[in-house]
């Protein structure tokens, strides 16, 4: 399978404890984007990297969130502190042009 | 004014209606345009890049109108399967962004037999 990868698929955590996501891009992609969506709204944009640097990243995005992408290859997305309003899906796309997203993490905070 | 904005819907439609849906979005700058499609509880699957002279792929057709900053989609002869939300997307360029890809809330489609 040569699509995006997102690993786990679900979370389940409690509420104060730490977790991290792992995005596989396609291979020839050079950009990488890390979006959250709730219910009933669009993908909401988090961060974003050109190969392994981080150009930018959503205001929205409390100092509990950090990405990297330190090959520029495979991303990491690290919640600090979970919240219950960080239950979420948690969407991976990279692309050169066109964007492609992986299956997602489901996250839920209890 | 927000970046990407779209008609929630739903848009309620019976087989074979035409349906359109427009999205404005708010930088004219932007440099890329494209429709997503998302099933419920799926990740969005590209639908269709938006080009400037406008394009086609079947029964969907795309447009851009950049002096007024809008996308449209039509679609022709609906099916009970495209039935899903659709989402807008525009590369953002410039006031601080580089090239981050900016979603519409979506627009939910429901098409009845």
């Known amino acids: 399978d040569t699509g995006v990868s997102q690993n786990p698929r679900h979370k389940i955590t409690k509420r104060g404890q730490n977790v991290t996501f792992r995005c596989d891009p396609i291979s020839e992609h050079n950009r990488l984007y890390w979006y959250r969506q709730t219910l009933g709204q669009g993908p909401e944009f988090l961060t974003y990297f050109q190969n392994e640097a981080q150009l930018e990243k959503s205001r929205l995005l409390s100092d509990r969130f950090s990405a990297e992408r330190p090959k520029g290859s495979f991303s990491t997305l690290e919640i600090q502190r979970t919240e219950q309003g960080d239950s979420a899906m948690y969407l991976c796309a990279s692309s050169q042009i066109e964007a492609f997203f992986g299956q997602g993490t489901r996250l839920t905070v209890v | 004014r927000k970046e990407v904005e779209q008609d929630p819907g739903p848009f309620n439609v019976p087989e074979g209606a035409t349906v359109a849906f427009n999205c404005t979005y708010s930088n004219s700058a932007s440099q890329s345009f494209f429709w997503y499609r998302q099933d419920c509880r799926k990740e969005p699957k590209l639908l269709m890049s938006v080009y400037s002279s406008g394009n086609e792929d079947g029964r969907f057709t795309a447009q851009l109108n950049r002096a007024s900053q809008y996308i449209s989609l039509l679609i022709r002869d609906s099916k009970l399967s495209d039935s899903a939300t659709y989402l807008c997307?525009?590369?953002?360029?410039?006031?601080?962004?580089?090239?981050?890809?900016?979603f519409g809330k979506g627009t939910k489609l429901s098409v009845k037999p």
């Open positions: 997307v525009v590369n953002l360029i410039g006031g601080g962004s580089q090239g981050n890809l900016i």
